[in-house]
């Protein structure tokens, strides 16, 4: 049975995360605050990017800052990142995911190297996608 994305994030991307990292507690408020009420028992493998899309609208209507936002949906990239490493059931790869990130970090004025350097991707040809969507 697939884990849903409240579960995964509270019972293993949590303790993970503040096994390394100082900001486990940021973490964990964005998570409570942000992530958990908007997308309910959605597992992790069936987030479409109209989930992602109502995250970052609540959000917005909330006038949560850009950065807010930003630091949620990196939470939601990094949470699928871990889930796809330890092979959580039901989840393959997600890139829906992946271009609903990479097209807000566009949309918010970053830099398509910044988001290359994100994504992980080898050639900024493959980022370039995402060059119709910048304000420049």
Request: net charge neutral; proline share 4%.
């Given at each position: 049975?697939a884990?849903?994305?409240?579960t995964?994030?509270?019972?293993?991307?949590?303790?993970?995360?503040?096994?390394?990292?100082?900001?486990g507690?940021t973490?964990?408020?964005?998570?409570?605050?942000?992530?958990?009420?908007?997308?309910?028992?959605?597992?992790?493998?069936c987030?479409?990017p109209?989930?992602?899309?109502?995250?970052?609208?609540?959000?917005?209507?909330?006038?949560?800052?850009?950065?807010?936002?930003?630091?949620?949906?990196?939470?939601?990239?990094?949470?699928?990142?871990?889930?796809?490493?330890?092979?959580?059931?039901?989840?393959?790869?997600?890139?829906?995911?992946?271009?609903?990130?990479?097209?807000?970090?566009?949309?918010?004025?970053?830099?398509?190297?910044?988001?290359?350097?994100?994504?992980?991707?080898?050639?900024?040809?493959?980022?370039?996608?995402?060059?119709?969507?910048?304000?420049?």
């Amino acid at each position: 049975m697939a884990k849903n994305a409240p579960t995964t994030f509270i019972q293993q991307h949590l303790p993970y995360v503040k096994s390394y990292q100082r900001s486990g507690g940021t973490d964990e408020t964005m998570i409570r605050n942000h992530l958990l009420p908007a997308l309910g028992d959605r597992a992790m493998g069936c987030l479409i990017p109209p989930d992602i899309a109502r995250v970052m609208e609540a959000m917005r209507s909330h006038d949560d800052a850009a950065c807010t936002i930003n630091r949620v949906l990196v939470l939601l990239r990094y949470g699928d990142s871990l889930a796809l490493r330890w092979h959580i059931d039901g989840l393959d790869s997600n890139p829906a995911l992946r271009h609903s990130f990479a097209s807000f970090l566009v949309n918010v004025g970053r830099s398509l190297y910044e988001v290359q350097e994100l994504l992980g991707h080898a050639d900024i040809r493959t980022t370039s996608r995402y060059a119709h969507l910048s304000r420049e």
